[in-house]
């Protein structure tokens, strides 16, 4: 399979007034395109720079991205804009949601903050994306009239959107009880077999069981790289 991500010699550094904070230091990662990968690592390894890069989200500080073979290290943020709405969907551990929109609003967010007309046809996209999520009784509720479970599905469902090729989660199950982490690693799986490729952090190793590739960083390197099955 190609490769849908391809990182080359990717630095990372923060600069804090005079002290330069070197996090990503030379990564090589190359990810296949519907690939289902778990990135782990003790805090402060550097996994959520590392996926705010994956994401568009930050840039690298040297190095290369290319993504679908495009090298987006250098790309203005207009453009990098068009490439996350185009190519990723995000999944976080708080879920995000905007707390005074309905469900079905929610999921519709990404197209308004992209410019599209709301209509019948992009809302019924949406009504079948919280069926699909099994929220299809759920439509009208507001994200505090729902289970953290419930929530984070609102938010695959808002993932899904764009129909993205890549889809990213920072702990989506950090916040969530082990029974629940389960219904949402089943729904991750269940897209992963539809093409969907699959980059997730976390630090639970029944949660990157899930996976097929587990990567581990450690102090900005990539200290282990293993196929958990074929
Ligand atoms: N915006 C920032 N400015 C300065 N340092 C940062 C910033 N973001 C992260 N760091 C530092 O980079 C290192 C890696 O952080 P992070 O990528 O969040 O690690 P992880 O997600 O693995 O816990 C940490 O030492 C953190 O303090
Ligand atoms: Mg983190």
């Given at each position: 399979m190609a490769a849908i991500v391809r990182i080359q010699n990717l630095v990372k550094n923060y600069y804090m007034g005079d002290v330069t904070v070197n996090?990503?230091?030379r990564i090589d990662l190359e990810i296949e395109t519907g690939d289902f990968v778990a990135l782990m690592g003790p805090s402060g390894s550097g996994k959520s720079t590392l996926m705010n890069i994956l994401g568009c989200l930050d840039r690298p500080t040297s190095g290369q991205y290319f993504l679908n073979d495009r090298d987006?290290?250098?790309?203005?943020d207009d453009r990098l804009s068009d490439v996350r709405s185009r190519y990723l969907g995000f999944i976080f551990q708080s879920y995000?949601?905007?707390?005074?929109?309905?469900v079905v609003e929610n999921i519709e967010l990404p197209l308004l903050y992209q410019g599209i007309n709301l209509n019948a046809q992009t809302k019924q996209r949406c009504i079948g994306l919280a069926q699909m999520v099994g929220l299809g009784e759920r439509l009208d509720h507001r994200p505090l009239q729902l289970s953290g479970g419930q929530q984070q599905r609102v938010a695959i469902a808002r993932s899904l959107v764009n129909d993205p090729n890549v889809i990213l989660g920072d702990?989506?199950?950090?916040?969530?009880d082990s029974k629940t982490s389960v219904e949402i690693m089943e729904m991750l799986t269940g897209l992963n077999k539809i093409g969907k490729t699959i980059i997730m952090v976390t630090h639970e190793n029944d949660i990157a069981e899930w996976a097929r590739r587990v990567i581990r960083l450690r102090d900005g390197h990539i200290e282990s790289d293993v196929r958990n099955r074929d």
């Open positions: 996090v990503l230091k987006i290290s250098k790309l203005g995000n949601l905007l707390p005074q929109y309905t702990e989506p199950t950090g916040n969530l």
